[in-house]
């Protein structure tokens, strides 16, 4: 397979979604290889021209950014850097999150103001390309002064320490290189510190979830159809008029949507005996299109982290600067990924209520969705369980970027809790994914009580597509085997 080449303008979230889901190797371009080139020759250049003091090249790090560093010491000060920054704990993140990590690095320093050497750009897209993905673990990043812990994970293999995964397989780094060919790299002045200052463990996630947030606004919206079809419910309040007067754009779109997936419908174009809904039906463009406006806003945000540069120090050969600033923080990430926790939650807990009102006996649908309630419970307790799911999301979105703790003496005294706010998100997208499977698992179990009237072609074909995967209950059964087949069929297919 041809090579992505990554240069010098950042990545698209697109290129990035697209470089991940087809497992495309990775290259520099020549553009960004002479940049690298440039960048690496002139800081040598000037450490033999003048010993003023550099941050982190010559100085110690955090607190002891006084400290000099004799030059026979820059490359052990380095190594030693990420030796004692590799102090992550918990569970290992996601093989996916890795390889993201790994293509973010690549491209912040492929911009040409990081100074690293060519090899080591080289060995991680040959990390990449080899899938040898470093065990990475998910807790030890403030989200200030980069994402230093699991940033040093990612890049203890360039020393042939640490653990990696090949094919499946956790091993030692050391046996990963000797498989591979590879001698460990001998790190240069500041290449340490390139490597664990960034943004690139925040903004891999941050970057996943978008693309996740995104496809599960749509799956909402196309849940909620079904569920409104199968909950009698009534079309008006989805008029284009409604919406042009309340100039939301993810209101408008959502509203669009339901009226385009609802086009057909023998069930929503009936007399009904209801003149409103409740609002979890009656509002769906409003719920569902504020939090397609705020993962829109939070993309705005990814896509510009994908083109920032946020190592520490930055180097600027053309105009013979280094400067020590800190575009590590990672505060714009942390205040989106919070914003987008709220946002996914509420696609849950909007979801919930309708599951809620399906099983209610309502409409002429029969109690907990079975023929004969009291001897079988049927779909009473899977809306305990998205209960349980959504209040544990209400608790996630406590927003983590509201927290700051001193570290390194006080000298890092205020950091974002970015990381965190990654793993709270994370963790809230997965549970919304179990909480829409519910309620279509429920809302199907409905529609099949409306028959012989049927709902629109898209309903309809949704319905019939689930329906290979997960029959009709007519009498109880193991519930959990139906709701795991439901959230396969959710992340796998596209309906």
Not at 83 to 105: F, N, Q, T, W, Y
Request: charged letters at 20%; proline letters at 5%; hydrophobic letters at 45%.
């Amino acid at each position: 397979m041809k090579p992505h080449l990554i240069g010098t303008v950042g990545l698209e979230l697109a290129e990035l979604a697209h470089i991940l889901t087809t497992r495309s190797p990775i290259a520099l371009d020549p553009d960004a290889t002479a940049a690298v080139k440039r960048s690496h020759a002139y800081l040598r250049d000037r450490l033999k021209n003048s010993d003023a003091p550099i941050y982190g090249v010559n100085t110690g790090f955090g607190s002891l950014a006084d400290t000099r560093i004799d030059k026979k010491d820059l490359a052990q000060l380095q190594k030693n850097l990420v030796m004692s920054h590799a102090c992550g704990s918990g569970d290992p993140v996601p093989a996916e999150i890795v390889r993201a990590m790994l293509v973010l690095k690549v491209q912040n320093m492929a911009f040409g103001h990081s100074a690293v050497a060519p090899a080591t750009v080289q060995r991680l897209f040959d990390m990449y390309n080899a899938d040898m993905l470093p065990v990475v673990y998910e807790r030890g990043s403030l989200g200030a002064s980069g994402d230093l812990a699991p940033l040093a994970h990612l890049s203890l293999p360039l020393l042939g320490l640490g653990e990696v995964i090949v094919a499946g397989k956790r091993m030692s780094a050391g046996q990963a290189l000797k498989k591979f060919g590879w001698a460990p790299l001998e790190l240069g002045p500041k290449e340490g510190l390139a490597l664990l200052n960034g943004t690139q463990f925040m903004n891999a996630y941050a970057a996943l979830l978008v693309l996740k947030a995104t496809r599960l606004a749509d799956l909402a919206d196309r849940i909620a159809a079904m569920s409104l079809d199968a909950y009698d419910g009534r079309t008006e309040p989805f008029h284009a008029s409604v919406h042009a007067v309340r100039p939301h754009p993810g209101q408008a779109v959502v509203a669009g949507h339901l009226r385009e997936l609802l086009q057909g419908s023998g069930i929503a174009t009936r007399a009904k005996k209801h003149v409103q809904d409740p609002y979890s039906f009656r509002c769906i463009p409003q719920v569902h299109g504020a939090s397609r406006d705020a993962i829109a806003y939070v993309e705005r945000v990814v896509e510009r982290e994908l083109e920032a540069v946020t190592d520490n120090p930055t180097v600027f050969d053309d105009e013979d600067l280094i400067v020590s600033a800190g575009n590590f923080h990672g505060q714009p990430l942390a205040l989106a990924l919070d914003f987008l926790a709220i946002a996914v939650a509420e696609l849950g807990s909007i979801s919930e209520r309708r599951t809620y009102k399906l099983i209610g006996g309502q409409r002429g649908l029969p109690a907990y969705l079975v023929a004969k309630p009291g001897i079988n419970s049927g779909f009473m307790i899977p809306q305990y369980t998205a209960a349980s799911l959504v209040s544990a999301n209400k608790q996630r979105c406590m927003p983590n970027s509201v927290d700051t703790i001193d570290s390194s003496n006080g000298q890092e005294d205020h950091v974002s809790m970015g990381a965190a706010a990654a793993l709270k998100t994370w963790a809230v997208v997965q549970d919304v994914e179990r909480i829409l499977a519910i309620e279509l698992l429920n809302a199907a179990q409905a529609l099949d009580f409306r028959r012989p009237a049927k709902s629109s072609p898209a309903v309809e074909r949704m319905h019939a597509q689930l329906r290979k995967h997960v029959a009709f209950v007519e009498n109880d059964v193991v519930m959990h085997d139906h709701m795991e087949e439901v959230l396969r069929f959710v992340r796998g297919s596209i309906i």
